[in-house]
């Protein structure tokens, strides 16, 4: 079987060289190609600044394999995301030409690159350039090499490019250009701005600003203006595509480039990169960049004798896990508040499951302040995002979910979070209509779902709504009890059964009996949708528990579910999984839908809704059967190649996943326990905040011959149940699991 093969190669310690530091096992390039749409380019931890190649203007992340074209290279990216692309601005590219500076815009192709940790490098074939580029937080450098026989040696600097264009105004998911300044500042330094409306999220415009400082001062200059080059030194704002072209000496060989960036202002961004990277050459950025990510990465060790391949998986998951959301504290043009703030949650959505709750664990610190900055934006926007971009809420794809963020954090005992203010945030989602703003926050659907238990076909999404409404109202509950306030509490423990009034039980599709499924708001369950709203006739198509897109004629966006099948939405009940299991008609009726559900293809691995249902094996007192399907899983999905994700990363939401399944521990967001199956490692040491650390070792361990957990001991004593606390891993410890060819009784029970 293929799992147990690449279980088998797993087991096997790699003959190669082992890698001097965890810097050396990430790779950027996993989940780079195919539909990860990872960032390839340097980036800090949570960096604001990514800088990469832009290959065209359509990919999300900026780059795309050789041998597409290289326009050039801007200093703001986001990572693995779906829908249409943000940022991608200010282009810098180094040309050489025989007949001066006469054009705007400077393309070229890439001879070869090289992609690491917080270093990337090209050589572009017809200038003969070579580019190397690493990054600060707020600043990145470039070390460009130019040819020695070129008489023209330049830069184009294009503050009006951006990722996203379409020519349609207003197109959805586009970014627009909103006008862009540009101005040569002496002879070593150009500043100003681009300033962008739209992209995935249909957000306000932003501005980035920047102060770009070379090495070697120029000898000529010219701007533009859309298509016309001029001599003056600044081009104004009149919203339009602005750009400089500069000239260095024909003596000059390598010039080093450094560029600051704020959304606050050009000063801002001049002190940004003199804070920075001024003084600093390129090797030193790059080193001070590494040593930041071995600390960060070191939070969890792997054994020594781990397989390479695996090692190269587990850390580069850590890594990207790790790059978004983007800190900006300080960085905020909307408000003046020294509270940290934080960009790009892009989306809570897919981050909540278990991006958020690994960050938690391994940098509890870093965590309080993304949910700090949660609760600022809800003071300063009105609204918590479900995501955010560009300094504007948007766009909202299920429930209210930074409110399980919240929870979870809560259950976790992290500390310096305003509770009172916490509840306050997501009472605001839960009870006040956004008014027209569905898209961008709050909760839409809002008033039929508190007067109907429901959300009726007719409104968009409705079912995954009702599903994740529910789960966000079980949030609030646990928030509500934590602050002794009984009759929120028991309002909201009430409305997290929500979900019980989509529950079609006599439904049966594929052997598997109750389902998720659409309803008017007059509780007719509807077996054929219509397209659209109104009085007149309208064309009709059957939903199934396996339609997950409509016909031609309707909205993708609209859909009952989101992104997900009734088969995936109809197991997503994290909060009530004994009430899930009862909908299913019991402990055998669900086993055998579970297999269905995986072994007849209803399992999509490529996007979250069923993150969790792997794990619900567990809940039937066979965690044994949780160990199999997650070992096949990553078995048959995942590997250390550009294509080794199996769906948009969606900031390091699919790497989150797979770090912690690698561990042998897995997240129930919004709970203080890890559900334990299998590691595919000998063992994981969590270096903790009190200086302690907290290991999961295997004994006997073989995933070939030993695959499943037969006893487990804590710290030598005998441990039989199948999660662990929050508050447990905390304390420091050891946990031992005694690895065996057979399941035996060890985990039947989840729980004291």
């Keep these: 079987m293929k799992f147990r093969t690449f ?60 041998p597409e074209r290289v326009d050039g290279f801007s200093q703001v990216h986001v990572s693995g995301t779906g829908g249409g692309p943000k940022y991608g601005n200010i282009l810098l590219m180094p040309f050489t030409a025989p007949d001066g500076m006469s054009r705007t815009t400077h393309y070229d192709t890439r001879r070869d690159e090289t992609i690491r940790l917080g270093y990337y490098s090209t050589h572009l074939a017809g200038g003969d350039i070579g580019v190397e580029i690493t990054t600060a937080p707020r600043a990145s450098v470039y070390r460009i090499a130019y040819p020695e026989d070129r008489r023209t040696k330049g830069l184009a600097i294009d503050a009006g490019f951006f990722l996203g264009y379409e020519p349609v105004p207003d197109a959805r998911e586009a970014q627009q250009l909103v006008g862009s300044q540009i101005e040569i500042d002496g002879n070593h330094a150009v500043k100003g701005y681009s300033r962008v409306r739209g992209g995935w999220n249909d957000g306000r415009a932003y501005t980035v600003y920047f102060y770009a400082m070379t090495s070697q001062p120029f000898v000529g200059t010219a701007t533009w203006r859309e298509e016309t080059i001029g001599g003056d030194i600044s081009r104004v704002d009149m919203g339009d595509r602005t750009g400089a072209l500069l000239r260095f000496p024909a003596s000059t060989d390598t010039l080093t480039v450094r560029v600051g960036i704020s959304f606050i ?84 959505w897919d981050t909540y499951r278990s991006s958020m709750p690994l960050i938690t664990l391994i940098d509890p610190d870093r965590q309080r302040d993304i949910v700090s900055s949660l609760l600022t934006i809800y003071r300063r926007d009105g609204y918590m995002p479900d995501a955010r971009s560009g300094n504007a809420n948007g766009r909202t794809q299920g429930g209210s979910n930074a409110d399980v963020v919240l929870t979870d954090a809560l259950v976790k005992g992290l500390e310096g979070i305003d509770w009172n203010i916490a509840l306050e945030a997501m009472l605001k989602d839960a009870e006040t209509p956004p008014g027209g703003k569905e898209e961008a926050e709050g909760r839409g659907g809002l008033h039929e779902y508190i007067s109907l238990g429901y959300i009726p076909h007719g409104i968009p999404r409705a079912g995954n709504r009702t599903v994740e409404y529910s789960l966000c109202d079980y949030a609030i509950s646990v928030m509500a009890d934590s602050l002794g306030l009984p009759d929120i509490r028991d309002r909201y423990i009430r409305q997290s059964g929500n979900w019980r009034n989509l529950w079609r039980q006599d439904y049966v599709h594929d052997g598997a009996r109750g389902f998720i499924m659409p309803r008017d708001r007059n509780g007719n369950w509807l077996d054929s949708i219509p397209w659209g709203h109104g009085p007149e006739p309208r064309p009709r198509y059957v939903y199934t528990p396996v339609t997950f897109e409509g016909p031609w004629y309707t909205p993708w966006w609209s859909m009952f579910f989101y992104e997900a099948s009734s088969w995936e939405y109809s197991l997503s009940i994290p909060h009530d999984v004994p009430g899930l299991i009862e909908a299913c008609g019991g402990l055998e009726a669900m086993e055998r ?27 039937l007192g066979k965690p044994h059967l949780t160990s199999d399907r997650i070992a096949r899983i990553i078995a048959d999905n995942y590997n250390d190649t550009p294509d080794g994700l199996p769906g ?13 399944h690698m561990t042998g521990l897995y997240p129930n967001a919004g709970h203080d326990y890890y559900i334990i199956h299998s590691p595919l490692v000998r063992s994981s040491t ?25 006893a487990a001991r804590l710290d030598g004593r005998q441990y039989d149940i199948s999660t662990i606390r929050h508050k447990t891993i905390t304390r420091g410890g050891t946990l031992e699991l005694i690895m065996g060819p057979r399941p035996t009784s060890w985990g039947s029970s989840m729980f004291h």
């Design 265 to 348: 202002s050009e000063l801002k961004a001049r002190q940004n990169c003199l804070d920075q990277v001024a003084g600093k050459n390129f090797d030193e950025v790059r080193e001070e960049l590494l040593d930041c990510w071995e600390e960060l990465l070191g939070h969890i060790r792997l054994d020594p004798e781990t397989p390479e391949h695996l090692k190269r998986m587990f850390y580069t998951a850590l890594y990207h896990t790790m790059i978004m959301p983007a800190d900006r504290t300080g960085e905020c043009p909307l408000w003046n508040d020294p509270l940290p703030y934080y960009d790009d949650y892009y989306a809570i």
């Design 648 to 660: 948009n990363d969606d900031s390091g939401a699919m790497s989150s996943w797979l770090a912690f």
């Design 593 to 619: 839908r579970l297999d269905t559900f995986f072994d007849h293809g209803h399992f999509n691995v490529n996007n979250e809704p069923s993150f969790l249902t792997p794990c619900l094996y567990h809940w």
């Design 7 to 66: 279980l088998a190669a797993s087991a096997i310690a790699c003959t190669g060289l082992a890698a001097d530091r965890l810097t050396d096992y990430v790779d950027p390039r996993i989940g780079s190609e195919g539909l990860g749409r990872t960032f390839i380019g340097p980036s800090h931890p949570y960096g604001m600044v990514k800088p990469s190649p832009d290959c065209t203007p359509s990919p999300n992340s900026g780059w795309l394999p050789m």
């Design 686 to 710: 969590f270096s903790l905040p009190s200086g302690k650390t907290f290991t999961v070792r295997a004994i006997n361990f073989d995933p070939v011959r030993n695959p499943y957990i037969t």
